[in-house]
């Protein structure tokens, strides 16, 4: 079982900036916060198998280097787009670039 602790350890050793890292274990935080909500499952027995993979980390983190390349912005908002329309966090990240 991966933890959320897990995927925050292997996110704090990335040479990527720590702005980048903070925002790449908010989402998790985040997401965390829905999973466990939705299935009644306290954030720390939750299981992130599923989102520790390398293709998720590597989603969501090019989300966040992208975001924090392109100046201030919220993480919030890129994954609250991502989660109420179904998409990846690059592709809603697209979307909103594409509304600016």
Known sequence: MR????????????????MVKADAIAVYHIIAQVESEA?????????????????????????????????????????RAALENNLSLCEALKAIEIDR
């Not at 897990?6 to 050793?13: F, K, M, V, W």
């Not at 720390?44 to 924090?68: H, K, T, W």
């Open 39 to 79: 299935r009644g499952v306290p954030v720390e027995g939750l299981d992130f198998d599923e989102l520790s993979n390398i293709p998720a980390e590597s989603d969501i983190v090019g989300a966040c280097l992208r975001m924090y390349e392109r100046g201030p912005g919220s993480v919030e908002d890129i994954v």
């Open 3 to 18: 933890t959320l602790y897990d995927i925050e350890d292997r996110i704090t050793h990335l040479g990527i900036p720590k």
